[in-house]
């Protein structure tokens, strides 16, 4: 029996009913190997020897995928029609000839665009073997991205504190987020004023007509500069002479849009639908592998992952014949529509993203969906069928207007537009931000050319030039793609990571780069200029592409690209902090010392007036400070910020606010930006009293109230029932905490430093007195208060634990119920708690393995978070 390897289950479901009990359809879930996160995987020095590692979840299946293809007589190798489904075929076959699990069995590999029984059953009928080609353009692209990000990213963590990663793609798409916010930051508001005249024909009907030149001169836009010169052509306009100059209507076409690629289905998803590439990506996922129809798997879509724009010639014929059943005969063009891409370097040529089944609409689906599947699926769907439709046909009119004032001739400008045949637009219209006219659809009066017209009104009005926005998801990837930058397949997993690493958030759909990402750009673009270049990521995509077409050899791409890169590590080695620092603050002025629009220096620290305000970096980040120090303590956060540029209060320092006074000390209360964060400060002098704001505390929320709160700590919260000696709450280097004599335990996140109660600090301190746990962990049990013998045996006490406080006899625990308070419950309560509980209690000989058990998972997943923590894997993989 011949064994079907896919990647997902889903997928092997469906591919099984279609071929039945005589395969074995088994699913990889994915990659089952790949580069370990640690130095010396990929050896340069080796002639870059890559040393793989089977994924820990994949033991189990890929000894049940060895076992399987033992007992068979062929093997097939079903995963996605790309570079990545190429690349785990190539991975289970090289792993199922060590375990020699293939003896002299063929092995075949076949794709399908969708995930339909004709697609399926015909790809069975053409297997071919492993690419090439597509395997080495992988190994090329792993290589690349685990060499820049283990080589590159120690240098920004040894050179600039707080940076957590960099990496081949994910760098220059920072970048481009960066370079939009810098673009903003330096952008200088133009005024410029439109003239607009409220104009009606002899039969009454009234529109609209824009000032475009005078005496002779054409008037652009931003031309009018100066509400002077407005005021000038308004008072000219309102003595006016109106004649219709001439009138002229163009036929205009409008053609539909190509069907979806990767980029444009998470482009539109986004604007349309509201949906990330991450989340689009994975109901698109959803959509191809199939979903239940009346009992039957069915896969709804072709492929997501593609650059390709065309459709094979059976889906255009489909798409063509449901377009002539439910469309009157115009909607149908004579000849098919063909595509081509215009991507600068188009991966292997795919299918568009299309539905399997063009007469499956959205209609009849959409109650086997859930509501997101169903939204992308008609958009598909209507992207699709409106890719074969005829054109729009438009009008498009232009009616120029001479106006004669005291000598002066003045033109203005009226245009508009009507649809004339609506083709495809009866189904779909992209509706792009950056596309459509002001003019789109509006129709004008009837004139004529030597038509007098009446003036009704003159409307000149002020604007100011606006900085560009920032990217959108939708935008950034549009750019990216026009760049060349990265793979459409991957877009969605760099801008994950970006936000993953806080190197850009999200504000309102639009992606704004954090101080910490604009660091780490800063620094790449000084001493890693090449690496981070648009040109030059897309020249080595072109590499990559000519790689997986059997143009270059994968390995003297990755020589030429180490030979350099390599060198330029080496450059760093010797780079001094001043340098680094000079560089940064070199490149990052506009943003970290914007003009304070006094026409002084805005990196002269205004605290002492001497020094010179630069970027340091600390063990918690970077942060603004002046040369003086120590002489000069003033510090800021590394943004500019609210307040930081701003005017102190009283004569203080910058970045500096009055809450009010202290009514027991008489001293000024403040609220600062500190290198670490804002803080609250009592008073001035060489060590005043401060505290830092704890987790989740805005500074717009500290009012005089709070900050004297804060101020008050330390404060003694309880007294330890032990030793009698006092709990203090505080706040600390790395948050609040409760301390007793030596002894220290973190606040949780839910826990308020300036509320917490007496039993929750003696229940967080005995609980760290305890080994951190309790017993059950390993530690000492708790101290506890006696309150008598139990009737069976032991001393009964009643203990504060880690879930609460509960009742033993050194047995059995029994936790309080709610509302039961450990201080107030008698001997006679605490008996019937423990008996309860000893009823429920399993047999003595299992209580041994479950505590056992119990033990063990705290620290499996304290060392699960230590890895995720530690970030091993510094690097994007595009």
């Known amino acids: 029996m011949p064994v079907v390897i896919v990647e997902s289950p889903a997928k092997a479901q469906t591919i099984n009913k279609y071929l039945g009990s005589n395969y074995q359809v088994i699913a990889s879930y994915g990659h089952v190997r790949d580069l370990p996160a640690k130095d010396g995987s990929v050896e340069p020095d080796a002639d870059f020897a890559m040393v793989w590692e089977n994924d820990a979840k994949a033991g189990k299946r890929l000894s049940d995928i060895a076992r399987a293809v033992k007992e068979s007589d062929k093997l097939i190798l079903a995963t996605d029609p790309d570079r990545e489904g190429e690349a785990i075929s190539w991975h289970v076959l090289e792993i199922l000839r060590q375990k020699r699990a293939i003896k002299d069995i063929p092995v075949e590999r ?12 015909k790809a069975m009928k053409a297997p071919r073997e492993i690419d090439e080609g597509l395997v080495d353009a992988y190994l090329a692209r792993r ?38 916010e810098l673009e903003i930051e330096r952008f200088v508001a133009r005024e410029y004023w439109s003239l607009v005249a409220t104009l009606a024909t002899p039969r009454g009907d009234l529109f609209e007509a824009r000032l475009v030149g005078a005496d002779g001169q054409k ?7 100066t509400e002077k010169e ?128 063009p007469f499956r609409t959205p209609k009849d689906v959409a109650r086997f969906l859930d509501n997101e599947q169903a939204r992308l699926y008609e958009l598909i769907w209507k992207r699709t069928i409106a890719s074969q439709m005829a054109s729009a046909e438009l009008e498009r009119t232009t009616v120029d207007i001479l106006v004669e004032s005291g000598g002066r001739k003045l033109d203005l400008r009226a245009t508009g537009q009507v649809v004339k045949f609506d083709g495809f637009l009866t189904l779909y219209n992209e509706d792009r931000d950056d596309d459509g ?92 200029a090449r690496y981070v270049e648009y040109d030059f990521t897309a020249a080595l995509e072109e590499k990559l592409d000519r790689i997986s077409n059997h143009e270059l050899d994968w390995k003297e791409v990755l020589r030429d690209f180490w030979r350099d890169f390599s060198a330029a590590i080496d450059g760093t080695k010797e780079l001094r902090t001043t340098q680094v620092l000079d560089a940064l603050n070199d490149l990052l002025g506009p943003h970290i010392f914007p003009d304070r629009g006094d026409g002084s220096n805005p990196r002269q620290c205004k605290v002492c007036g001497t020094g010179t305000l630069s970027l340091k970096l600390g063990r918690q980040g970077p942060f603004i400070g002046c040369s003086n120090y120590p002489e000069c303590r003033y510090t800021r956060n590394f943004s500019a910020g609210a307040g930081a540029n701003g005017e102190a209060e009283g004569g203080g320092e910058a970045g500096t606010k009055k809450l009010g006074t202290d009514p027991e000390t008489g001293l000024d209360v403040t609220l600062r ?100 746990a309790g017993r059950r962990f390993g530690g000492s049990a708790p101290a506890g208060r006696p309150l008598g013998d139990y009737p069976g045996g032991g001393k009964i006490e009643v203990k504060p634990g880690r879930y609460g406080a509960y009742v033993t006899n050194g047995k059995v625990n029994a936790t309080l119920p709610k509302g039961m308070e450990a201080d107030s419950i008698t001997l006679e ?17 299992k209580a041994p393995a479950k505590k056992a058990t119990a033990a063990k998972k705290p620290a499996a997943k304290k060392a699960t978070k230590a890895i995720v923590d530690s970030d091993e894997v510094p690097f994007d993989t595009d």
């Open 437 to 528: 006219d002001e003019e789109d659809g509006k129709r004008l009066p009837a004139m004529s050319a030597g038509e007098t017209l009446d003036k009704k009104s003159i409307a000149a009005t002020q604007h100011f030039t606006e900085p560009p926005p920032r990217y959108s998801e939708a935008t950034l990837i549009k750019r990216m793609e026009e760049l060349g930058i990265g793979r459409p397949s991957t877009y969605a997993a760099t801008l994950a990571t970006l936000r993953d690493r806080e190197y850009v958030s999200v504000d309102k759909k639009r992606l704004k780069a954090e101080d910490k990402g604009r660091l780490v750009t800063a620094f790449l673009e000084s001493f890693f």
């Open 110 to 121: 076949v794709t399908f665009n969708a995930i339909t029984k004709d697609a399926v059953l």
């Open 219 to 225: 008037i652009q836009r931003l031309d009018v500069g």
């Open 829 to 845: 309560q605490a008996i019937e708690l423990i008996a309860a509980k000893a009823g429920k209690a399993p047999a003595a000989k």
């Open 143 to 180: 290589a690349l991205d685990y060499l820049v990000g283990f080589r590159l990213s120690p240098v920004l963590w040894r050179k600039l504190p707080g940076a957590r990663s960099a990496g081949r793609v994910q760098s220059v798409a920072l970048r481009l987020v960066c370079d939009r």
């Open 673 to 772: 930006d500190g290198r670490f964060g804002p803080y609250v400060q009592l008073g001035e002098g060489d060590k005043p009293k401060r505290s830092s704001l704890p987790r989740g505390m805005s500074a717009s929320g500290v009012d005089l109230e709070r900050a004297l709160a804060l101020l008050s700590l330390p404060r003694e919260v309880a007294v330890h029932p032990d030793t009698g000696k006092p709990i203090l709450v505080n706040i600390g280097r790395y948050g609040p905490y409760v301390q007793h004599e030596k002894t220290f335990a973190s606040l949780d996140k839910d826990d308020d430093v300036l509320s917490i109660g007496a039993n929750r600090a003696v229940d967080l301190i005995l609980t760290k007195e305890s080994g951190g």
């Open 230 to 357: 407005a005021l000038a052509f308004r008072n000219a306009l309102d003595r006016g002479h109106y004649v219709v100059a001439s009138v002229e209507a163009k036929p205009a076409r409008r053609n539909p849009f190509p069907p979806f690629t990767t980029s444009t289905l998470q482009q539109e998803a986004s604007r349309k639908l509201g949906l990330s590439p991450n989340r689009t990506m994975q109901i698109a996922q959803r959509l191809y592998e199939g979903v239940n129809l009346n009992g039957e798997q069915v896969g709804l879509i072709t492929y997501m992952r593609t650059d390709g724009v065309d459709m094979a010639p059976e889906a255009i014929a489909a798409v063509r014949s449901m377009i002539g059943k439910s469309y009157a005969p115009g909607y149908l063009p004579e000849t098919p529509r063909r595509y081509t891409t215009k991507a600068k370097n188009a991966q292997e040529a795919h299918e568009a993203i299309r539905p399997t089944d």
